[in-house]
């Protein structure tokens, strides 16, 4: 059994035990088992995602660092949501704002900002409709 806990800078946003973890890092994307061997990576943008006695949560998480040892998994997220928090339709206007912004072509800063938006809310969008595709299924 492994214990996972994942933070981001607002809050702990996940602490439970599960069977298997699944994270985007920089080299790709892993899975992590019990009794896997000790380790320490960087996460990159994508979908987390916890598996636990055949149920699945889904996660998008972007940046931050995974440290595991003994079966304990500590994420230290630059940011994270899990996808039932996801609100559709503000992603959706948060990504139309980002383009426009985009189209505008600002100063440097600001459009790294809004491309930034662009892609956070590209994620979200798409670990929403998996979660609302898991639900149909089910």
């Known amino acids: 059994m492994l214990h996972i806990t994942v933070i981001t800078p607002e809050k702990k946003l996940y602490e439970e035990e599960a069977d298997e973890l699944t ?3 920089v080299l790709g994307e892993i899975t992590i088992l019990p009794q896997h061997v000790p380790l320490i990576t960087q996460i990159a943008e994508g979908e ?3 598996k636990h006695k055949g149920k699945s949560h889904h996660m998008a998480i972007a940046g931050g660092f995974l440290e595991l040892s003994k079966d304990k998994i500590s994420i230290l997220a630059d940011y994270a949501i899990r996808s039932e928090d996801i609100d559709v339709t503000q992603v959706e206007e948060a990504k139309k704002r980002a383009a426009k912004l985009m189209e505008e072509k600002g100063t440097d800063e600001e459009m790294a900002n809004a491309r930034s938006v ?20 089910s």
């Open 48 to 50: 987390l995602t916890i």
């Open 23 to 25: 994270v985007p890092t």
């Open 118 to 137: 662009f892609v956070r809310a590209i994620l979200e969008l798409k670990i929403a409709n998996k979660r609302k595709h898991n639900r149909i299924i």
